[in-house]
């Protein structure tokens, strides 16, 4: 049976148990991570926490909503053993009169097709060499990458997670307005606790003037590395930076991990990007769902 478990009633350790096991595992699911960047979560618990799915969510007009977090790519479902996975959205739906959720590449469902938006992000394999795996990027990375050695740029992989905020919210921030003050302070605080924690690494790159000029940071699970946030200074983008930067991510988790995502996008442009380093596709679901009253629904498209 699944039921509805508040945050405040969560048992904690069974599910943290869940997650850590599931076939679907990844660091987005944990309560520590979703305790940082969610308003308000629930889960949706099949038996003794055989099966979880987290859900974040707020309340406008007294009326509860899912959501997707700022610097959460993806959630969804998961579960020790396969299981019926369209039971859960058919407690979702009943549960909340507007969703908006991505799920993970594993999910899969069967009904609700009319609910589902395919989403691609983009990932590359690691299991090469690193000769290899340059052998692999196209003519422009790695006339970018010869660039930037040119170039004089540095990495540093020990800096405050305060200067590439600083540099996201100066750059990419400004084409992003829903980003609030408040989530950025989330962001700093997930950045502490996964450097704490050993999950999370940071990147930086300066030009031979020692002005940063690019950053990203990454988490670390299992055999899977994920770039949450980057950024570069849009106004100095001619030395090979952002090559630079994947390439000397790529050099150092090759020899440890699986798999390296790029956070990825849907967007032709920012994916074509990804692939120039042969980066491939890997698809999920977005759910999509609005139930409101038809006077509220403007509210939330």
Known sequence: MIRIVPRQQLDVEKYNHCIENSLQSNIFGFSWYLDIVADNWSVLVLDDYDAVMPVPWRKKFFIKYTYQPFWVIQLGIYSKEIVDENEFLIELFSEFKYTSLRMNALNAFSMFSSYQIQKKLQVLSLEKSYEQLLSGYNRNRKRELKRAFNADVSENWNDNPKRLIELFEKN??????????????????????????????????????????????????????????????????????????????????????????????????????????????????????????????????
């Open 172 to 301: 990419v921030g400004k084409r992003v307005t829903k980003i609030s003050s408040d989530d950025y302070l989330r962001l700093y605080k997930l950045m502490n606790v996964c450097i704490e924690k050993r999950v999370g690494e940071l990147l930086t790159i300066y030009d031979g003037h020692k002005e940063l000029i690019s950053g990203a940071f990454f988490l670390k699970h299992k055999n899977r590395i994920t770039e949450l946030v980057c950024s570069s200074d849009f106004k100095n983008r001619n030395n090979g930076a952002n090559t630079f930067l994947n390439d000397r991510a790529l050099f150092k988790y090759q020899r440890n991990y699986e798999l390296f995502d790029f956070g990825g996008s849907s967007m032709k442009n920012i994916a074509k990007y990804y692939y120039s380093f042969g980066a491939k596709d890997e698809f999920y679901m977005q759910l999509h769902c609005n139930k409101l009253p038809r006077l509220l629904r403007l509210f939330k498209r």
